[in-house]
């Protein structure tokens, strides 16, 4: 018994040897901690278990408005919580007269259908579908987009999260591993020599791509997304997004068409973002 203890510390040990071996970036991202940060969304379905209640146990998929009934409280708003913070949500509303102390645990039976958007410098620009299971990486996403075009700037590849204000990080090729995409993130590959005469159009759009600028006069921004298949089934058919020259401009649709505003015209290496529409 001693000699089989001994020989089963020796290979934890090396096991714990190998491991510190590895190099960070080899090392993969368990699904646990992927599933711990993401973001609740509709139509995903999840599963909840009460310590030692075992009929309150009930597995639910997150409506269109973001909730699920669950038993004695009722309905609870889930969509836009991580799953540490729905369980502490949980936990709140059965402390609160129906439970002492309890203690549950939520986790995800399937996902609803996820998506990050690739534009810029790529062979296939387009929408890229997450994997059914575990996650996606930068770099993975760009290879589903068929790979940087041979004018891809490597050093300059910009990821915009979700919604009009979402924060936007710069990668590297190199680093694009360790970076594991959200739904809805936007993937932008710089080039290395701008095209003095094209703009990239990309998101809920019918044909994604390039698009080059007319050799003499405008190209105003209905035309664009005429010329480009327009709008997509489930666009934002209001307001698009516009980023040129590092800036980021809302350009209401609504307002055009109606001619409420004037008509925004395209500019050489603008990048034009059709976001999905919330209804």
Known sequence: MKTYISALLWVCLLMGLSAKNV????????DA?????????KDDSVALTVYQEPELSKQETISKSGYVSLPLIGSVKLAGLNLLEAEKEIERLYADGYLIKPRVNLSIVSYS???VIVGGA?????????PEDG?????AALAQAGGVSDDANKSEIYVRERGVDGKVKRYSFNSAANKIMKHGDMITVGRSSLDESSITLT??????GTMALPKEGK???????ANAGGLGRIANKKEVIVR?????????????????????YMQAGDILFVKESRF
């Open 122 to 130: 790529v062979n296939g620009p387009g929408v890229i579908r997450y």
């Open 33 to 41: 901690a992927v599933e711990e940060e993401y973001i609740l969304l």
């Open 219 to 225: 190209l105003g921004i209905v035309t664009a997304i």
């Open 135 to 139: 996650a996606l990486d930068l770099r």
């Open 244 to 264: 040129r020259d590092g800036k980021q401009f809302l350009v209401s649709l609504k307002n055009i068409n109606t001619g409420k505003a004037p008509m925004f």
């Open 113 to 115: 259908d996820r998506y």
């Open 23 to 30: 190099p960070a970036k080899a090392v993969p991202v368990e």
């Open 203 to 208: 998101g809920q759009i019918g044909n994604p």
